[in-house]
């Protein structure tokens, strides 16, 4: 329904990606037509990638550490950009989307197993959604997952 829904409209998505490891990106792409839709994906699973590939600042992630919703925010406006660039189209017809978080087993930098965070980035402006999720690793990832889904259908039906 995502790529359906953004085909319609003329819309692109484009991922950055942490705590899912690309899974949105590959759920996404299992589609038929993706390719008219999907612009690709980073996996920023270092904080390295995060700053220098994506755009988020280096001194937020080191004071804040990278889950964190101002960092998903950046992750999201900065992917957005930059494969609009990179596919020289508007900024208007793309979506980005982030996220990040700590799918476990254990906590990271303070931040507790199942703290999540998605950003979404588009022509309406950036959003962060903070997220709890409880389970093992793989069903918070899965859960992350569906609600990065639930996400861009409610951001692509309001645009």
């Avoid at 690309?22 to 699973?45: D, E």
């Amino acid at each position: 329904m995502i790529i359906e829904t953004a085909l319609a409209k003329g819309l692109h998505i484009a991922t950055a990606e942490s705590i899912t490891g690309g899974a949105v990106s590959a759920r996404l792409a299992q589609t038929p037509g993706a390719s008219k839709v999907l612009l690709g994906g980073i996996t920023a699973y270092q904080d390295q990638i995060k700053s220098q590939l994506v755009g988020a600042s280096s001194q937020l992630i080191a004071q804040q550490s990278a889950v964190d919703a101002e960092v998903c925010a950046q992750l999201a406006e900065g992917v957005r950009s930059r494969f609009a660039g990179a596919m020289g189209l508007s900024e208007s017809d793309v979506i980005g989307i982030s996220t990040t978080g700590v799918a476990g087993p254990d906590s990271v930098s303070g931040k507790s197993v199942g703290e999540v965070f998605i950003g979404i980035s588009s022509k309406a402006g950036v959003k962060v959604f903070s997220e709890n999720f409880a389970g093992d690793r793989l069903e918070i990832i899965e859960a992350t997952i569906r609600r990065c889904e639930e996400i861009l259908l409610e951001e692509i039906a309001r645009l």
